[in-house]
């Protein structure tokens, strides 16, 4: 079997250079003769992609799902063309995400689209359901958007469980500067509710570790 460190750290690699790709494709006011030339280079370049295409709801052989590495996720994987991508850190009183956003990511001139804030929040409640045994899935978001949100600036997110009654979870989270904590950019409250085993099989054939699922 390849050694799958390995083709992480290659995916890892293509991600990065992908991104870097889709920032200079956003920003850089290319010739319109080059831009042609350029597309087509492109679609040479995808054919050279021979491997197996995935079912759409196979799990990648990089991942580790339910409930951990995801390579291609659009907020947090490192394989992915369009993530930020967020780094996660598990903290006492809950989750810290970090990343910075770029051009491909602008909704007003020179600030995020506020989809990006909804997508990184809703991702990292997620995680801190995760991280307290409560792997579940988003029901609910309320979203209060309180100033811009910058891009190419570093960003803090934050993230913790404020409420369990069943099988329902409530969490609280924020978008912050790196460098100002203490101005909130964003708030908002996530509801989410885990799946039972059942559930979480139908939901997911392809998966592994069903027993995070049994409560």
Same mark, same amino acid.
Do not use: N, Q
């Given at each position: 079997m390849e050694d799958l460190e390995l083709r992480r750290k290659a995916v890892a690699e293509l991600g990065r250079e992908l991104r870097s790709l889709v920032e200079t494709v956003a920003r850089t006011e290319t010739p319109t003769e080059v831009l042609q030339e350029l597309a087509g280079e492109v679609q040479r370049l995808e054919a050279r992609f021979t491997g197996r295409r995935r079912e759409r709801s196979e799990i990648p052989d990089v991942d580790v799902f339910p409930f951990g590495l995801r390579m291609y996720s659009p907020a947090t994987g490192h394989g992915s063309a369009v993530a930020p991508p967020m780094d996660i850190e598990e903290r006492e009183d809950g989750l810290v995400g970090r990343c910075v956003l770029g051009v491909a990511h602008e909704g007003p001139p020179g600030y995020a689209h506020g989809g990006m804030s909804a997508m990184l929040l809703d991702e990292l409640m997620g995680w801190a359901c995760a991280a307290k045994g409560l792997p579940a899935m988003t029901i609910a978001l309320d979203m209060r958007y309180q100033r811009p949100?910058?891009?190419? @600036?570093?960003?803090?997110?934050? &993230?913790?469980? %404020? *409420?369990?009654?069943?099988?329902? /979870?409530?969490?609280? *989270?924020?978008?912050?500067? +790196?460098?100002?904590?203490? %101005? /909130?950019?964003?708030? *908002? +409250?996530?509801?989410?509710? &885990?799946?039972?085993?059942?559930? &979480?099989?139908?939901?997911?054939?392809? @998966?592994k570790g069903y027993q995070r699922f049994e409560r």
């Open positions: 949100v910058p891009i190419e @600036a570093p960003l803090l997110l934050r &993230a913790r469980v %404020t *409420g369990v009654e069943g099988r329902k /979870i409530t969490v609280s *989270g924020s978008v912050v500067p +790196e460098d100002e904590p203490e %101005t /909130i950019l964003v708030a *908002g +409250e996530g509801r989410f509710v &885990a799946p039972d085993l059942d559930r &979480a099989r139908s939901l997911f054939p392809g @998966a």
